[in-house]
């Protein structure tokens, strides 16, 4: 079951409780208390055994479900818009679609004229580099990968890495 992790451990620090306290209120092992806050995933017992400790209904600590997805449009102008966001995650659905405006604005600014695409391209380059941040750590990779765009065929590596799926993570 997915758990929300954050709420768990909200609640234990709220509470005052070390992970070694909560597994022993709970009956369980200090590493599943350990996993649980980290991937957020349980077995329905556990998940019981956590809500009786802490005095709430099991819904309260279930993970939300995962919201719909957005569509091309609004992912491409959720990046633009938050071309400063080094730190979040983003999934592979927003940096594809982001990847194929960014190419397909590149080749069309190109065919224009080639001082408009070095334009596009240094104005793309903050929010392309962005995306790629946040997807390389949703998917469970250094950012420093971002380094084998300077190195012949390294963009195939890196486009490897950005291909791969996301971790598995609460929300």
């Known amino acids: 079951m997915n758990i929300n992790s954050e709420k768990v451990k909200q609640l234990r620090q709220h509470k005052g409780w070390s992970q070694e306290q909560l597994s ?6 200090l590493r ?43 992912s491409i102008l959720n990046t633009l818009k938050n ?17 194929l405006f960014f190419i397909s604005v590149l080749a069309l600014a190109e065919t224009l004229h080639v001082i408009l695409a070095s334009i596009v391209a240094i104005i793309l380059l903050i929010p392309f ?22 190195v012949p065929f390294g963009v195939l590596l890196v486009l490897y890495f950005l291909a791969m799926p996301s971790l598995k993570r609460s929300s």
Do not use: H
Request: aromatic share 14%; net charge positive.
């Open 129 to 150: 580099l962005a995306v790629s941040t946040r997807r390389l750590k949703d998917a469970g990779q250094s950012i420093w990968w971002q380094l084998m765009y300077l």
């Open 83 to 99: 071309f400063d966001d080094f730190q979040s995650r983003s999934g592979r659905y927003e940096f594809w679609w982001f990847f």
């Open 24 to 29: 022993e209120l709970c009956a369980v092992n």
């Open 32 to 74: 599943t208390i350990q996993r649980l806050e980290k991937r957020g995933s349980a077995s329905p017992e556990t998940l019981k055994a956590l809500a009786a400790v802490f005095e709430v209904s099991p819904e309260v600590l279930l993970a939300p479900a995962e919201a719909p997805r957005k569509g091309a449009v609004t």
